[in-house]
Every structure is written in C-alpha cells, then in structure tokens.
C-alpha cells in the first residue's frame, strides 16, 4: 500500500489517497464486497423514530445516510466503468448535500436504499473480480481529488461503506442514549 498526498483545491489541506498494491487487490476486493454486509447487520434492529434520528441540527439520520450510499455506489458504478473502458477520463465530483435535498434522502425508505446499495455493489464487484490485475492501475483524473487509479477508487469506495458503518453505529448508540 502507498500513500500519496495531493493539495486539494481551494487550498484546503492535502488529502491522502492510499492505492492498495497489487498483491492486495483480492483482500480489498473482500473488502469492498462485504460492505452490505457489514452495514446491513449495523441496521439490524433500527425502524421508526430511530431511522430519523438525528444528534444534532445539519447531521444525517439512518434513513438519509443509507439513501447516500445507494446513491453513491450509483456514482461508483459508473466511476469505476470510466476507469475501465476510457483512456484517463475525468471523473466529475457531486455535491452529495445538493442529492441529499433535492433527491429528497429524508423519505427514502432505508430497507429499499440497502437493497440498491446491495444490488449495486453485487455488481460492481463481479465487474472488478473478473479485471486483471494491471487493471486497477488505470488512471482517471477527479475533478476534486485529482490522479486517481482503478485501484485508488475502489480502496476509497470500500472505506466509504466502513466510514458510513462506523457513523452508523455511532447514530445508534446516540440515538440510545437520548431515550
């Protein structure tokens, strides 16, 4: 694994973008499978009042977190099919408070958001696990992030499933303590 730090724009303080070697494409392809797992056992247990639950004013509930990750993985799909097939595409960043509001996050149904987030990392998944290797070397360039391989992408997607889990579980035991 490397780390490569880039400045981001606005000059904002750098970011790190971490590429897997290629040795470590197979664990981070499990990785990145389990990410429906990992969440739908997160959300087990969690209707009405808890799935809009929200620990402080601008925060995300339940509901409207698992609807950003359908939206994304979305996103992702068709990211990581640029990589694939175009020679160093750009990759265009989305505001995701703009999907958040104008694709209404907050009358999502949570169980149908996972499903599609399910649904949709399913496929992306066959996608990656039939790449060669060399593959996920493939270079785009994010309009935010800038250089960003094959591989970049799918350790950043994978982490980004982990991350919403971790903010999840937090929800949770927030949501617990305020009862």
């Not at 087990?44 to 359908?70: C, M, N, Y």
């Not at 060399?134 to 094959?150: C, K, Q, S, V």
Request: proline letters at 6%.
């Amino acid at each position: 694994m490397r780390l490569v730090w880039q400045a981001s724009p606005g000059g904002a303080p750098k970011r790190c973008i971490i590429f897997s070697a290629m040795s470590d494409i197979p664990a981070l392809l499990e990785r990145f499978r389990r990410g429906p797992e990992l969440l739908a056992v997160v959300l087990t247990g969690v209707f009405g009042a808890e799935e809009d639950f929200t620990p402080a004013p601008g925060k995300w509930s339940a509901r409207q977190i698992i609807a950003h990750l359908a939206d994304s993985e979305l996103v992702s799909a068709h990211r990581f099919r640029q990589i694939i097939a175009e020679d160093n595409p750009t990759i265009v960043a989305y505001d995701q408070d703009a999907w958040a509001r104008n694709l209404d996050y907050t009358r999502r149904k949570p169980k149908q958001s996972l499903e599609t987030f399910r649904r949709l990392r399913g496929e992306n998944y066959e996608l990656l696990k039939e790449l060669p290797e060399a593959a996920f070397e493939r270079p785009g360039n994010h309009t935010e992030r800038g250089r960003i391989t094959l591989g970049g992408l799918v350790e950043l997607i994978a982490g980004h499933a982990e991350s919403h889990a971790r903010q999840l579980q937090a929800l949770r035991e927030e949501y617990k303590k305020s009862k």
